[in-house]
């Protein structure tokens, strides 16, 4: 006996409308990552490079001592993964340096970078300033 069965598509086409005339749309242009606000990630990514490269250590022997796998501290320094704020203490302590230390090394690289971005291109965000932030949340 053979058995028949019904497939339907996991998205359904959206119905189309009449033709009309219409004024030509501009195609959207991508993103430029270039001028837009750099990400934390990719920053402090860049940050542990620089300061594993100063002290001439591989992968391998920065990762061991952070309790981490190569592999996962090269996505780390290419901004690929988000590692947890113990991540974080843990690849410091590993590096020589603290916590706090790194943390300002990568608030000055931002403000740096952010001072590279076009003003037109940052976000209405950027333009709070920290004690904003607090008192909202007071």
């Known amino acids: ?38 990400l934390w990630r990719e920053v402090l990514g860049r940050r542990l490079r620089v300061l594993r490269q100063e002290q001439q250590e591989t992968l391998s022997e920065t990762a061991a001592r952070a309790g981490i796998s190569p592999q996962y501290l090269s996505e780390i320094e290419r901004g690929r993964k988000e ?32 001072s590279l971005v076009p003003r037109a291109s940052r976000t209405r965000a950027s333009s709070t300033r920290p004690g904003d932030v607090l008192a909202l949340a007071a």
């Open 1 to 38: 006996m053979a058995e028949h069965a019904n497939v339907y598509p996991l998205r359904r086409e959206p119905e189309r409308e009449p033709q009309r005339e219409r004024e030509p749309q501009p195609e959207p242009r991508p993103r430029e990552r270039q001028a837009q606000e750099p």
């Open 83 to 114: 590692p947890s704020s113990e991540m974080i203490a843990a690849l410091a302590g590993a590096l020589g340096t603290t916590l706090i230390d790194l943390t300002e090394h990568v608030a000055g690289d931002l403000r740096r970078q952010m």
